[in-house]
């Protein structure tokens, strides 16, 4: 294993990714910060080799070091010219009863990195797809290679974004053979990233008692080695949601803008995310229509919205499958020919429930995550019934990606459900964890921990004075008549 390539990569990774985290203005805590610079690195260092490619450049290790270094400094530019000192977290001894659950999540994360380093490559879709493409570019030194001379008619993984491709061949380059360690580059950024969203939220010990049920999910928990587009999908489209809710909150624009630039990147990984993205504009445009945006505004900001996710469609279909995959690609017979017969939707939408997750395989997917979910939103519905906005935004993302995938499966029979819709639903569960930092019967019981541990925190009763009883007057005596002189 190359120690010092590996060290190249995280340092490009991060630098690459705070430059274009500073071009957007964002207000972030430090720690937020530095896990959004490494979420964002991954997906932009994986455009060099498409570039080279592009450019006809051979894909060899020289030229993949230059290439990342020249792309790199071209994305600290906003950095030089904005430069300020940089912001170091201040680090806070955990107290103790945070340690175990701290203990158990530090080791998942070595047991995901530890499998990403040891094991290699092994799903299906990979070796019969972008995991092919890399190991033959590796050899031949670009990406249009004799792998496309075998039969390749029983698979369509080589129409597929080159996200996955790209950074293997980046890893197995500069890394080592197996590459895919940029998968644990990722996991642990976002790990990181949504544990502080969860301590900003309620106290530590519910945090972590969150986060443990977030990592008990058996099939995302296996995502996290296993290298498939479908956990960094997950993640760009849950940081361009959450940041979507930023800005319906805030009104800052620069929190619109990045939202859809990581909803953008999502659709680069997953082109089906385009579907989800459109079903989120509502949430968007009756915020602003309730804000009383002039609808001229309404419009343009939903063509940003919309078009920055269109712009990375193209540029994954037109432009680089399209120069990359010397075949033709034929869209036209996956799609629903009997478009009026909406009974394929509601079957999809009834399987989602009853196949998928309150199954006797539900528990092997998602493990307890998804049911717990639902009783406590059935919960908080009943008691206490209260609802900040970050929750109904939440529940709104959980709808949108419910009825999103029945629609997908609805549209494009070969999205099925065992496949596609078991690993999209991947995008629910960050969305429902975020609610459940959320949920008004956590938040109280949070706040009840909170002012235990802390009496002086807890707000003050406001001690009304008993009113003063009114006092029975005396009646007033008679006027008395002053003695006129008698008359003589």
Known sequence: MNFAGLLFLLITHFLSGRGILRLFKLQLDPIPAVCLSFILGVPAVSFVPCILQLMKIPLAANSVYIG??????????????????????????????????????????????????????????????????????????????????????????YFKSPYVTTLQIIYKLLVFPFGQLWLSVMFVSFTTFIYSLLMDRVHPLIAGFLMLIFFAVPELFAYTFVILYDYSNMVLFFTGFYFLTRYMQNEKFNDFIFSSLLFGLATYIRTESLILIAFMSPLFLVHRYRQKMPLAKIALRLAIFMGVSIVFYVICIKIFVHNFVPLPLDVSHEINKHITDFSPLFKRLSDIVTVLIFSDTGPIFYGCFIIFFVYLAIADLVWPRKYNKEALYAL??????????????????????????????????????????????????????KWWEDPESAPKKKVVAAPTPKRKLAPAPPPQVANRPKKR
């Open 396 to 449: 709104y993302g959980v709808a949108v990606i419910y009825f999103g995938f029945g629609f997908i499966g609805y549209l494009l029979p070969l999205a099925d459900l065992q496949n596609t819709t078991k690993r999209g639903f991947f995008k629910i569960i960050p969305i429902m964890l975020l609610y459940m930092a959320n949920s008004g019967l956590i938040q109280r019981l949070s706040n009840a921990i």
């Open 68 to 157: 990342i270094s020249v792309f790199t400094a071209v994305c600290c530019i906003p950095l030089l010219v904005s430069f300020t000192k940089p912001r170091l977290p201040k680090f806070i001894m955990p107290k103790l009863y945070e340690w175990p659950a701290l203990l158990v999540l530090l080791f998942f994360v070595v047991v995901s990195v530890w499998r990403c380093y040891y094991m290699p490559p092994y799903s299906r879709d990979m070796l019969s797809g972008p995991e092919l493409i890399a190991e033959y570019a590796v050899r031949e030194k670009t990406m249009i290679n004799s792998v496309f001379n075998i039969d390749l008619h029983t698979s369509n993984n």
